[in-house]
């Protein structure tokens, strides 16, 4: 699954699921008209966080605590 991440200015707009980053990006086109020149915008894939734990992720580091 994807999600499209548009912001403009202060805002942040959360759109999906889609089902593949070819859907996410045919809307973009239709959504973009509706917000500032100036928009940003990014597809992420969505993981599950327990695939990252199977997974042994590097990024899956224990926090970090504060030196005494």
């Known amino acids: 699954m994807y999600l499209l991440t548009i912001r403009d200015g202060l805002v942040t707009r959360h759109i999906g699921p889609y089902a593949s980053p070819k859907q996410a990006s045919d809307d973009l086109d239709h959504l973009l008209q509706r917000f500032g020149e100036r928009a940003r915008w990014q597809i992420h894939a969505l ?6 734990l199977k997974a042994g992720d ?11």
Do not use: F, H, I, Y
């Open 47 to 52: 993981e599950s966080p327990s695939d990252l």
């Open 58 to 68: 590097p990024g899956n580091r224990p926090p970090l605590t504060a030196a005494a």
